[in-house]
């Protein structure tokens, strides 16, 4: 590994003001202190959230403890380039995938299996810390290393946001989906992609899934799912029923979370069913929850991303080959065209920046 950047600088896209947009820069190779370890980045998928950041106002900043300037990035895999003082048990040269949330492994909601609500995830790499859209990245401890072996180290980082996040979701109602019982996936993109692909590994049910783009829900065939659903259809909700004999679903994943998905997914919930929202589009239920849900038994769940032992799984069902992952390759150079693009709706499946 003869890079001559790796004693001088690197490149790095970063937010440098608040309320601006990213810019790539030159910036000095972080060295890794004690403790810390320093990754060479082989890929850095793109979030939508990424988008968002730039536009946070300063005091949003301040409350989540956010410092200007900091790298973008939080999916990433890559290779593990230089130990920091007393690291042991990992290698120079080791293919990685980051976990991308951040916790402390000992507060309440670490210690029930809920590591994705640490208060410490409030800020992290790409989010107030530096991320993964560079040349190199060091992380702070251990803690997020996932050693991989056969998936391209390029590949993985969006099996550790999209794919852990549906990971979470599926694995939060997979109790309900025994034989016989019907799941429903709303938002065939990026995470739904992920979501159907593990209903089918994790469960035994049969999958519908509903989609407004028909590009989507031919993929979501290809991936698995037994009926797929336009989602502009009037009778939407009617259908659902007449293919589930009337039961209605036993989980309803709702990777949009408009007023539409939301009063569909509610309506065709069966009994002892699960509704998970997940998508940010902060639609409202205008129902009686009561009505809605009492006489069923029926629970409503949320969250954001997924937890630690979710990326654990995700990147492992990555790394067995099992797992499709639709990506578009960017090189570092290019990062700013990646990103305008994003924002435009323009990248099928997920982006993916190759320093
Ligand atoms: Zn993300
Ligand atoms: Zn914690």
């Keep these: 590994m003869s890079d001559p950047r790796r004693s001088e600088t690197m490149r790095a896209f970063r937010l440098t003001e608040w309320q601006a947009s990213p810019a790539l820069v030159e910036i000095p190779v972080p060295e890794p202190g004690p403790g810390e370890v320093r990754i060479k980045v082989a890929g850095n998928g793109l979030c939508q959230s990424d988008l968002h950041m730039p536009e946070l106002p300063p005091q949003m900043g301040e409350i989540l403890g956010w410092q200007m300037p900091f790298t973008l990035g939080h999916e990433v895999g890559g290779w593990i380039d ?153 009778d939407l ?41 997940i998508g940010a589009e902060q639609g409202k239920l205008d129902m009686p929850l009561m009505g809605a849900l009492g006489g069923k038994n029926a629970s409503i769940i949320s969250f954001v991303g997924g937890t630690d032992a979710d990326t654990r799984a995700a990147v492992s069902l990555g790394d067995q080959g099992l797992l499709r992952n639709d990506v578009e390759l960017f090189d570092l150079d290019d990062a700013p065209t990646a990103f305008d693009r994003l924002s435009k709706g323009q990248i099928a499946g997920r982006g993916i920046i190759v320093p």
């Design 237 to 277: 909700a009617a259908e659902i029923m007449t293919l589930t004999e009337g039961r209605g679903c036993d989980a309803v994943l709702d990777f949009v979370g408009s007023d539409a998905t939301i009063a569909n997914g509610i309506t065709v919930l069966a009994k002892l069913g699960t509704y998970a929202v």
């Design 82 to 234: 230089r130990l920091g003082a007393g690291v042991s048990g990992y290698e120079e040269g080791q293919a990685v995938a980051l976990v991308s949330t951040r916790s402390c492994g000992s507060c309440h909601e670490c210690d029930s299996g809920f590591d994705n609500a640490c208060d410490m995830n409030q800020r992290g790499r790409g989010y107030g810390m530096n991320g993964g859209i560079a040349d190199y990245v060091v992380i702070e401890s251990t803690r997020p290393l996932i050693p991989i072996e056969k998936l391209d180290p390029k590949l993985a980082g969006p099996l550790t946001d999209a794919g852990t996040t549906s990971y979470h979701g599926v694995r939060r109602v997979a109790d309900k989906l025994g034989p016989g019982r019907t799941a429903l996936v709303i938002g065939a993109g990026g995470l739904g992609g992920f979501a159907i692909q593990y209903v089918k590994i994790l469960t035994e049910a049969r999958l519908i899934v509903v989609d407004v783009a028909k590009d989507k829900l031919e993929r979501a065939k290809a991936l698995g799912a037994d009926e797929v659903l336009d989602g502009k259809r009037e």
